[in-house]
């Protein structure tokens, strides 16, 4: 990794300009109901005021396409940030801007100011040169902290490097991507893939380059159901991708000319919709009515994925094993987080709803990696370049 670290940098009495991942969920009333995101960048913000840095924040919250919408506002963040730190931490009306670039000039060492929401600004995910200077003019020194985000060339982890000579990595960042390379560079085999979640599509080309690097890949999810309807069974009411069926047969095939052992739900649990108080039947694949749906992977499954994960050296884990928000479809992935988490393994999770499911089974504490990210940890585990990593290179 040739990137630098913050703990490279002279930060003191200087203007540290640091992407975050703030991005949190909130509830109705715009409160934060799990705080994992901010707690992870507290060290990097941290060592930045202990070094005598001025401390200037920037984050996206939600997907405001460009305009400014009160309850994404990243006021909430500033609030649960300055009671994590048990200091003040300033907002600013806006990312850019003069009053913005007063607020920045007038910090002193030590100073915390985070910047209201990139994206109420639609040049940031189009990285768009003059907003990625305006950003750039707010520090002497930028570090990037948020991996979530460095699978998009935006301008606050693309465009702001351009224009920052003293660029480095945050602590957050670089373990990401550490612990990444060490699954890809060198597992420890066998090496096994479980990918999860709703839908196919946006993990097909992952899956197709994780084909090259893995000896097993087990399917669960509702995603499980595209490559089982490309086998030519029918599945009943369950969701499917029809048009991604010939890029499962794809991939199915280049597993199989490869040795990849790749695995498939042999049963579900099923009910007509995905709703708490349905009358819910373990039907097997073949079996599952015209009027069902599969909701979850069922016992058979669960047994099945459980032994192909015994005796892997390496698990990398995206994506639940079904609707696990709702209790009577949880068991499946509540049964694999805790196989994985039991494993002697090196194991690496990844993804907000997976990371939600590992705190649930009360196994987060045995996994060796949490990734805070979905789509950059995918895709760097697909052997992707992603352009927030190498925007930092020197």
């Known amino acids: ?29 715009c409160n934060i109901t799990d705080d994992a995101r901010i707690k992870a960048a507290l060290p990097t913000i941290q060592y930045a005021v202990e070094m005598g840095a001025k401390v200037v ?17 990243l006021v909430p963040v500033a609030r649960r940030l300055s009671e994590l730190l048990g200091t003040s931490v300033n907002m600013a009306p806006d990312c850019i801007g003069e009053t913005v ?3 920045v000039n007038g910090l002193i060492p030590g100073d915390i100011l985070l910047l209201e929401n990139l994206r109420f600004h639609i040049e940031e995910e189009k990285n768009e040169p003059g907003f990625a200077r305006e950003l750039a003019e707010l520090g002497d020194c930028y570090v990037n902290d948020a991996f979530a985000t460095a699978h998009r060339a935006h301008a606050s982890n693309v465009g702001v490097c351009n224009h920052i000579a003293a660029k480095a990595a945050g602590f957050l960042m670089i373990r990401e991507v550490e ?5 890809l560079k060198d597992p420890g085999r066998p090496f096994a893939a479980v990918i999860g979640g709703a839908k196919v599509s946006g993990k097909l080309e992952v899956m197709e380059n994780l084909v090259d690097k893995v000896d097993k890949i087990i399917i669960g999810g509702g995603m499980a159901f595209t490559f089982i309807k490309a086998l030519g069974q029918e599945i009943g009411n369950s969701i499917v991708e029809d048009d991604l069926i010939e890029t499962a047969l794809s991939i199915m095939e280049k597993a199989r000319a490869k040795g990849v052992k790749l695995y498939l739900p042999v049963d579900c649990f099923c009910a007509s919709t995905a709703k708490d108080g349905q009358e819910v039947v373990v039907k097997t694949i073949q079996e599952i009515p015209a009027d069902l749906m599969g909701l979850d992977i069922g016992p058979s499954s669960i047994t099945l994925f459980s032994e192909a994960l015994e005796g892997c050296n390496t698990i990398v884990w995206n994506g639940p094993m079904g609707v696990f928000e709702i209790n009577a479809f949880s068991r499946g992935t509540m049964e694999i987080a805790k196989q994985i988490a039991s ?52």
Do not use: C, Q, W, Y
């Not at 203007?15 to 509830?27: G, S, T």
């Not at 924040?57 to 506002?73: D, F, I, N």
């Not at 612990?179 to 699954?183: D, G, N, R, S, T």
């Open 1 to 29: 990794m040739g990137i630098t670290s913050i703990k490279d940098l002279d930060l003191k009495a200087k203007r540290v300009l640091i992407r975050v991942d703030f991005n949190v969920p909130l509830d109705n009333d």
């Open 57 to 73: 924040l920037m984050s996206h919250l939600g997907r405001p396409k460009g305009k400014a919408v009160k309850t994404m506002s």
């Open 101 to 103: 670039r007063s607020m």
């Open 179 to 183: 612990h990444i390379e060490k699954a």
């Open 343 to 394: 494993s002697k393994a090196l194991t690496i999770v990844g993804g907000g709803d997976t990371d939600a499911a590992l705190h649930e089974s009360g196994a987060i504490d045995k996994i060796d990696f949490v990734s805070t990210a979905g789509g950059a940890f995918l895709e760097m585990l697909g052997g992707k370049i992603l352009p927030g990593v190498t925007s930092l290179e020197i």
